[in-house]
Nanobody, 128 residues
Framework: QVRLVESGGGSVQAGGSLRLSCTIS????????MAWFRQVSGKEREGIAL????????SYAGSVKGRFTISYDNAKNTLSLDLSELKPEDTAMYYC?????????????????????WGQGIQVTVSS
């Protein structure tokens, strides 16, 4: 069973920074994708950053590109998201997620339905 546990959220003023961490336990066979999503109450969950388990390529939503950085520490099984230049519109519940993986190379997805394992969510609040 794969389990994801997030930490590091909180409240910060606009322009500030935070680091979110997601500890991943259990095993996923082959190659897999990891992602950070966020959700504002009453709105759909949106993907904001993707990273594959194999390789260095990362992808970002336009709303966070240049401000957020996704990374994965394989030795610690920890997925991270560094948030900088935070804006009030970044206020949301943030979720880490992984898909089920596979043995052949594939492109990471932005769709929530393609991710099988989720963290419990962690709140980030940015005040103006």
């Amino acid at each position: 069973q794969v389990r994801l546990v997030e930490s590091g959220g909180g409240s910060v003023q606009a322009g500030g920074s935070l680091r979110l961490s997601c500890t991943i336990s259990g095993s996923i066979s082959g190659r897999y994708c990891m992602a950070w999503f966020r959700q504002v109450s009453g709105k759909e969950r949106e993907g904001i950053a993707l990273i594959p388990s194999h390789g260095q390529s990362t992808s970002y939503a336009g709303s966070v590109k240049g401000r957020f950085t996704i990374s994965y520490d394989n030795a610690k099984n920890t997925l991270s998201l560094d948030l900088s230049e935070l804006k009030p519109e970044d206020t949301a519940m943030y979720y880490c997620a992984t898909d089920r993986g596979g043995w052949l190379p594939y492109a990471c997805s932005w769709k929530t339905a393609d991710y099988a394992f989720w963290g419990q969510g962690i709140q980030v609040t940015v005040s103006s």
